[in-house]
């Protein structure tokens, strides 16, 4: 294998990007001067010692100098009693702007229901172990964020079974932001108005 195929096979690995993608940037980068390939490339080979996947939300983060918990999850400010659970990294940031004051989990992807495999690649176990920490730590609430979709409405049934035994005997709700956003939408695209009636209307 060359050098270039090696690298368009590292392309094809990448989320939603297929073969005629992938060869489409490893020649844009042969275009690119010596000086921006050893810039993408430093990046890239300084990501795992700059950023640090969050202890309590398992986010990643930018770690300047340590690790632990991201400012979200070390915040004194957030309110503890809610958590919502989300699929991905990229679906904070919306949720944030919305005015949301609780704290997250980011669970690594979703249960697809044609593909019930892919439940072992998130972060069930690690979920259900900060759940079980937290319900004696005052969590009243638990808010499942996923898409309003058969893969995200999968996820949501996924989760709440994983959770069933964490949480019975326990007064902790379980909740859907689902309802408050339209069919098909994913949080990571909604704007922050739509959020925060899917918030407020969460049931
Ligand atoms: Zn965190």
């Not at 992938?22 to 890239?44: M, P």
């Not at 632990?68 to 904070?92: F, K, M, N, V």
């Not at 939408?185 to 407020?200: F, G, N, Q, R």
């Given at each position: ?16 990007i297929g ?43 930018s ?10 999850c ?5 309110d ?26 980011v ?43 058969p ?12 959770l ?40």
């Amino acid at each position: 294998m060359t050098t270039l195929d090696k690298l368009i096979a590292h392309f094809e690995r990448f989320p939603g990007i297929g073969s005629r993608q992938a060869k489409r940037f490893a020649f844009h980068l042969l275009r690119q001067d010596a000086a921006q390939i050893a810039e993408l490339s430093s990046l890239i080979a300084e990501l795992p010692s700059v950023m640090a996947e969050c202890e309590g939300c398992a986010r990643y983060f930018s770690r300047n100098g340590q690790g632990g918990l991201c400012p979200i999850c070390a915040s004194t400010g957030r309110d503890r009693s809610q958590l919502l659970i989300i699929e991905q990294d990229s679906d904070i940031q919306p949720v944030e702007r919305s005015g949301y004051e609780g704290l997250y989990f980011v669970l690594g992807g979703t249960v697809p229901l044609l593909h019930q495999e892919e439940g072992r690649r998130i972060r069930g176990p690690r979920l259900k172990e900060l759940v079980n920490g937290r319900v004696k730590d005052g969590l009243t609430e638990i808010i499942l964020g996923f898409a309003v979709n058969p893969d995200g409405e999968n996820t949501a049934r996924y989760v709440e079974a994983l959770l069933a035994p964490v949480l019975s005997g326990t007064t902790v709700k379980l909740s859907h932001l689902g309802r408050g956003l339209s069919t098909g939408s994913e949080l990571e695209y909604a704007d922050p108005e739509t959020i925060k009636s899917a918030l407020k209307n969460r049931d």
